[in-house]
């Protein structure tokens, strides 16, 4: 059972699953569920999940002002490569990998939006490398 999730809506599944496919990759996920032409879900090591779907109420999907999903990392290396893999498939640079001090000294962190406005935080803890 899944105990958190978050769903990020979509206007093109292809769009999407060819930006979340390798920026997934990159934080060590796996595909827990794929339902052609509807969703996917990928699993964090942790349990956690993101689906990536079309709208359920058949509105366009958009992006939320103020809205970001954050995943935490197994280190500064996974920030960077799972940054990396959003800007080599069609993500926006909201933020290059590095410390964030004003959300504490040992924070490192990097931000990006997908094809469809949703900000994405990579992050992890210095101080447990």
Not at 39 to 56: A, H, N
């Amino acid at each position: 059972m899944t105990k958190c999730y978050l769903t990020v809506g979509s206007n093109d599944l292809d769009v999407s699953f060819a930006f979340y496919d390798p920026v997934m990759s990159a934080l060590e996920t796996k595909v827990a569920a794929d339902y052609p032409g509807m969703t996917r879900s990928y699993m964090m090591p942790d349990g956690f999940q993101l689906w990536v779907t079309k709208p359920q109420n058949g509105e366009a999907a958009a992006g939320g002002n103020g809205h970001t999903a954050g995943f935490h990392t197994a280190g500064t290396g996974q920030v960077d490569a799972a940054h990396a893999a959003a800007l080599a498939n069609g993500d926006t640079d909201e933020g290059a990998p590095g410390p964030r001090p004003l959300y504490g000294p040992d924070i490192y962190a990097a931000y990006a939006r997908d094809p469809f406005g949703n900000k994405l935080a990579f992050m992890t803890s210095t101080d447990t490398e």
